[in-house]
């Protein structure tokens, strides 16, 4: 069965400071894709990556950078130079294939609250 | 464009009453789902449709009914609401049916049943 796991259910840093968010998955399929997403106190979720099963590539943003890998399946988050509008819900997410059966869902893991203080 | 657009923002229902909660989108992505979010388990699909005319349940649709007339509107019907379904509802919509397309929410429906 597929699932998403973020351990880290909260964490708190100081402004300036790098931070990573974790992400296992497990899945079956040999094609699926991840995704990040944030979510602003204001409540709204924001896309920031997907990642398909094929490509193993670690990918930078500005701050934020993304190491995707397969051997562990885990899917991490780094923030560098944490800043205080980084403070939100971070959800890491499983898009599976399943061929005919495929529901196109996403399998959210439960978030990570991220609180960067001044 | 818009995007995708959720009304109401807010809604407070007694036991029992039902209620529509709107959806649309007007990117003419034929991919349309429904979200719930609860503290502590992050999202859970509900219902999904691939094109109008055809919807279909995710993981949690029980107390929920949906139909997709149109490709732009998605809407969401608690028939009996009940407290369990207190809960924060998003709305999302993707280009078209497969694992490889970026999913757009609204902003979401916070519902309180009491």
């Known amino acids: 069965a597929q699932k998403v796991t973020q351990a880290q259910t909260e964490i708190s840093v100081v402004e300036k400071e790098d931070v990573t968010l974790d992400c296992v998955y497990e899945?079956?399929?040999?094609?699926?894709?991840l995704f990040w997403y944030k979510q602003p106190p204001s409540g709204e979720l924001v896309f920031l990556i997907r990642?398909?099963?094929?490509?193993?590539q670690n990918e930078i943003s500005g701050r934020y950078s993304w190491n995707f890998q397969k051997s562990t399946s885990s899917f991490n988050f780094t923030i560098t130079a944490s800043q205080v509008v980084d403070s939100a819900v971070y959800f890491c997410?499983?898009?599976?294939?399943?061929?005919?059966?495929?529901?196109?869902?996403?399998?959210f893991g439960q978030g990570t609250t991220l609180q960067v203080k001044p | 464009n818009a995007g995708v657009t959720q009304t109401p923002k807010f809604q407070v229902l007694k036991t029992g009453q039902s209620m529509t909660l709107q959806c649309a989108q007007d990117m003419n992505h034929e991919y349309m789902s429904w979200y719930r979010q609860d503290p502590g388990m992050g999202l859970r699909l509900i219902h999904y449709s691939v094109g109008a005319g055809i919807t279909d349940q995710g993981e949690v649709p029980n107390g929920y009914n949906v139909s997709r007339s149109t490709t732009e509107d998605f809407p969401l019907r608690l028939l009996s609401a009940a407290p369990s379904q207190t809960s924060v509802y998003f709305c999302a919509s993707s280009y078209s049916f497969g694992v490889s397309y970026e999913q757009y929410f609204g902003p979401g429906t916070r519902l309180t049943v009491t």
């Open positions: 990642r398909n099963s094929f490509d193993e």
């Open positions: 899945t079956r399929d040999t094609t699926y894709y």
């Open positions: 997410a499983l898009s599976e294939s399943g061929g005919s059966s495929n529901t196109g869902k996403l399998i």
